[in-house]
């Protein structure tokens, strides 16, 4: 990871320390990088470190308008059936039953303005045997209607970890 990612850990841990979220890991999801590199990446408070990265995809986003970028460029709408990205934080909340992938989802709170509708418009954590769990560019990862679907062998070690805190995650999607 070449980017300074720096101001992000930092804001990221004094939301977590005063939303009582979890304070060993984040999620960190940068939308500007390819989709065919990875950008999903799992900060570790305690080491500054990123523990665990990989791909992920983002909305089609071409349901109300033509998007002839949208392999190259995520867009982002909080309008429901819009089939977009959305960003800003999230809690990752309830582990439930996905029929996508390893069957394993998680459900995601929209903490600001531009995500509120992640529940209502079903915009979960889930993988999907279609995305690669290596790097794959120039090419690009497929798109979803919204959610940040990762690899079925990431989310073994996603679900390995998320089933381990006894507080809430933060996931932050940035663009």
């Given at each position: 990871?070449?980017?300074?990612?720096?101001?992000?850990?930092?804001?990221?841990?004094?939301?977590?320390?005063?939303?009582?979220?979890?304070?060993?890991?984040?999620?960190?999801?940068?939308?500007t990088?390819?989709?065919?590199?990875?950008?999903?990446?799992?900060?570790?408070?305690?080491?500054?470190?990123?523990?665990?990265?990989?791909?992920?995809?983002?909305?089609?986003?071409?349901?109300?308008?033509?998007?002839?970028?949208?392999?190259?460029?995520?867009?982002?709408?909080?309008?429901i059936?819009?089939?977009?990205?959305?960003?800003?934080?999230?809690?990752?909340?309830?582990?439930?039953?996905?029929?996508?992938?390893?069957?394993?989802?998680?459900?995601?709170?929209?903490?600001?303005?531009?995500?509120?509708?992640?529940?209502?418009?079903?915009?979960?954590?889930?993988?999907?045997?279609?995305?690669?769990?290596?790097?794959?560019?120039?090419?690009y990862?497929?798109?979803?209607?919204?959610?940040?679907?990762?690899?079925?062998?990431?989310?073994?070690v996603?679900?390995?970890?998320?089933k381990?805190?006894?507080?809430?995650?933060?996931?932050?999607?940035v663009?």
């Amino acid at each position: 990871m070449s980017k300074d990612y720096s101001s992000f850990h930092q804001e990221a841990l004094t939301y977590c320390k005063n939303n009582q979220f979890n304070q060993d890991f984040y999620i960190l999801i940068d939308m500007t990088i390819h989709s065919g590199k990875n950008r999903f990446f799992v900060y570790d408070f305690k080491t500054n470190k990123i523990s665990d990265q990989n791909l992920v995809t983002h909305g089609t986003c071409d349901v109300f308008e033509d998007n002839p970028e949208k392999y190259k460029k995520a867009k982002f709408s909080n309008t429901i059936n819009s089939h977009c990205s959305m960003k800003g934080k999230f809690k990752i909340g309830k582990r439930d039953y996905s029929s996508w992938g390893i069957n394993i989802k998680y459900w995601l709170h929209g903490l600001e303005t531009t995500n509120t509708n992640a529940v209502k418009r079903v915009v979960v954590l889930h993988s999907w045997p279609a995305v690669s769990n290596e790097e794959i560019y120039p090419s690009y990862s497929p798109l979803s209607w919204g959610c940040p679907a990762v690899s079925d062998a990431f989310m073994q070690v996603l679900d390995e970890k998320l089933k381990e805190v006894n507080k809430p995650v933060l996931m932050w999607i940035v663009d």
